[in-house]
């Protein structure tokens, strides 16, 4: 196990924590349809090594599937949606795509199908966070993408096991981007503004 897969572990532990925080301050509002896919994902990930002798694949998958659990259930308590129809949408189609992921096995079809899973699932996180960027924490997803990154370099090869860190880190970047695009913007218009009024 090299010294990037740590730091990925290691940061992986630590963003709940900036997380839960958030969340008991009332602050960040997780979605439920997010929190329950990526915790289905992470059963299916501990399915796929359980028989397996990659040990360190194994104390992996446990490890985020005992951290998706624990996010998952502070969602239920205190988080938002699930209800509207674009939410019972995007769970039944991430659903049937974990499904396939779970059937095919490993490979760059199950890879995609992970992949695409995810994704759906955090469609409704994009919504809210489009319409209501106080709703998420910029720390939890700033750390998320950095412990995915970690993973990148400690693959650092064109194989398909790439593909999921990578996701993985342009997702927490998107959230990021997201959270903070209301703020970017007052900022170029506040400084447009500045420069037409300065004298020529």
Not at 44 to 66: D, P
Not at 116 to 121: E, K, M, R, V
Not at 174 to 192: D, E, N, T
Request: proline residues 4%.
């Amino acid at each position: 196990m090299n010294y990037w897969i740590i730091g990925t572990l290691i940061l992986s532990l630590i963003s709940p924590i900036f997380y839960t925080k958030s969340i008991l301050a009332h602050k960040a509002k997780p979605h439920r349809v997010t929190r329950l896919i990526v915790w289905l994902a992470s059963i299916a990930g501990v399915l796929a090594v359980i028989h397996s002798n990659n040990l360190a694949g194994k104390i992996f998958a446990g490890i985020f599937l005992a951290r998706a659990t624990y996010l998952l259930m502070l969602a239920a308590i205190r988080g938002v949606g699930g209800a509207s129809k674009l939410d019972r949408v995007c769970l039944v189609i991430g659903m049937l795509a974990l499904v396939v992921y779970a059937v095919t096995g490993s490979g760059l079809l199950a890879i995609s199908f992970g992949v695409l899973s995810d994704f759906i699932g955090y469609i409704p996180t994009f919504i809210k966070t489009w319409h209501d960027p106080a709703s998420e924490s910029p720390t939890f997803f700033a750390i998320e993408g950095l412990a995915s990154f970690l993973g990148v370099l400690a693959i650092w090869q064109l194989r398909v096991d790439i593909i999921l860190p990578v996701y993985f880190v342009l997702c927490s970047a998107a959230v990021v981007v997201l959270i903070y695009r209301k703020r970017v913007g007052k900022l170029f218009k506040l400084r447009g503004a500045t420069t037409l009024d300065s004298p020529q």
